[in-house]
């Protein structure tokens, strides 16, 4: 979106009092590193760990808001000649207000909001793919889905935007409510309910509680609204009394729903789509049979706002995916990986271990899953844990946890070990318990929270 820096003035109750109030910015961000200089931007230093407003001079951005006067934005630079600064009360609050105006430009397009404790993201990907395919579509950046990264997300749309799709993350009650009153959904999308930051939301039902945020702030029916529920989990299809909007089932007994599943030996899902739009093969460009039901979610909503079905079907055979979600890499020894170390709580890592389940092997290869800790799960962390590493032994998996030893409390390290930290993850690798190092008949598994950092285990392996 283009704007004039007097007309963000005036959005966001700042003034102009340096540079040009006619300057024109192309471009936001709140990241000084991230200011391309062939594009004119404007720059929301935000107050953080570390505090933007200190690297606000030598960005090279175009225009800049800012909460304290101009003279001190910079340490041991001074700000560019040419640049304009707007002065506010809170730059954070003034990200939020532009936003808000930004969305006024949209009306009359459909806005899909998107959240639930697993599949936000690929649910994302598929639809932005899908919806591509029909007209011009913007959507969150990987996982842009807080109280910054939605405001940034609407405000980057390109003026010719005909459909917006919004990430949107929560860690406590009342979050989703503020990201819908910023980008005011038309259609909602909920993937599923499950034990992920528990320790914020204090149980599941809490959960689900915050998740049905997104469905309470949708237009109703009449207006437009519409809301995308998983039919096979009770607690996200019960939030079809909290909307107004028209409700569309996915998923087992609903009303977009998929038959004859078939996974293929690289975790390639087959399908029918089922809809009342029509049925259609698919071939599911994402791997893991547990992402069904994300293309599926994708699909309704894509059909509710009018995409045709063969549009559907072709789009969700070829997204742009982000990374580190279910990918398979081989590593220099040939070991078949699967990379889903962007994140991980109990429903994506049982996912995850049945996907790693239905990867053949042959010559006696290993199944072995790397796991890192699975974060922010209150006072069930140690059960979940056990619970998980129960299961991958009863699968036949062997489990490499990554200074994470709940996992192996109800196992024990016979056929299992656990790893201090991931240098020594490595060494278990290059020496099983087999006796030998992993090659080409073993697959393998590598999964856990963003705090594990096992993405390095990744790199290390296949580089």
């Known amino acids: ?60 951005a175009t225009v800049a808001l800012s909460d304290r006067p101009a003279p001190h934005l910079g340490i041991g630079r001074d700000l560019e000649p040419d ?48 919806l591509a395919a029909d007209r011009p579509t913007h959507a ?4 842009f889905n807080n109280e910054i990264g939605l405001p940034l997300t609407v405000l980057n749309a390109p003026d010719d935007t005909e459909a917006l799709i919004l990430e949107m993350g929560a860690r406590g009650i009342g979050h989703i409510k503020d990201l819908c009153a910023v980008g ?27 998740k049905g945020e997104l469905v309470e702030a949708l237009p109703a029916a009449a207006a437009g609204g519409t809301a995308v529920l998983s039919a096979s989990q009770p607690l996200v299809a019960a939030m079809a009394d ?58 309704a909503a894509a059909l509710a706002i009018g ?39 109990p429903m994506s890592t049982e996912a995850a271990l049945r996907s790693l389940s239905a990867l053949p092997v042959s010559g006696g290869g290993q199944r072995i899953a790397v796991l890192g800790v699975m974060a922010e799960l209150g006072d069930v962390s140690a059960t979940e844990h056990a619970r998980i590493g129960s299961a991958a032994a009863a699968a036949g998996i062997r489990v490499i946890a990554v200074n994470a030893p709940d996992y192996l409390a109800d196992v024990g390290e016979d056929s299992h070990a656990l790893a201090s930290d991931i240098p020594e993850a490595l060494r278990l690798l290059a020496n099983p318990a087999t006796g030998s ?3 080409p008949d073993d697959v393998l598994l590598i999964k856990g929270s963003r705090v594990a950092g096992l993405e390095r285990v990744v790199e290390l392996l296949v580089e």
């Open 1 to 60: 979106m283009r704007w004039v820096a007097a007309e963000i003035a005036e959005i966001v109750g700042g003034d102009v009092t340096r540079g040009d109030p006619h300057a024109a910015v192309e471009r936001i961000t709140q990241d000084s590193r991230k200011v391309d200089p062939e594009i004119p931007t404007l720059l929301v230093p935000l107050h953080a760990e570390r505090d933007g407003h200190d690297f606000v001079a030598g960005s090279g």
């Open 242 to 299: 909290r909307t107004d909007a028209e409700v569309v089932t996915f998923g087992d007994g609903g009303t977009v729903h998929a038959t004859d599943v078939q996974l293929d030996d690289e975790l390639v899902p087959r399908f029918t789509l089922q809809s009342p739009w029509g049925s259609g093969p698919v071939v599911l460009g994402a791997r893991g049979v547990h992402l069904v039901d994300n293309a599926l979610a994708a699909a």
């Open 83 to 130: 640049m304009t600064v707007i002065e506010v009360h809170d730059t954070a609050i003034a990200l939020r207000a532009l936003a808000s105006a930004g969305r006024l430009r949209l009306n009359g397009r459909p806005v899909v909001g998107i959240t639930g404790s697993v599949g936000k993201t690929t649910t994302k990907d598929l639809l932005a793919a899908v």
């Open 437 to 439: 190092a992993i090659g």
């Open 140 to 143: 969150s950046h990987r996982s």
């Open 184 to 210: 005011r959904p038309t259609v909602g999308i909920v993937t599923a309910v499950g034990a992920a930051h528990t320790s914020e939301f204090g149980s599941v039902e809490g959960v689900a509680q915050a």
């Open 307 to 345: 995409v045709p079905l063969d549009t559907v079907v072709a789009g969700l055979a070829a997204p742009s995916l982000s990374p580190m979600r279910m990918s398979l890499v081989r590593s220099a020894r040939g070991t078949r990986i699967i990379d889903d170390t962007y994140n991980a709580n």
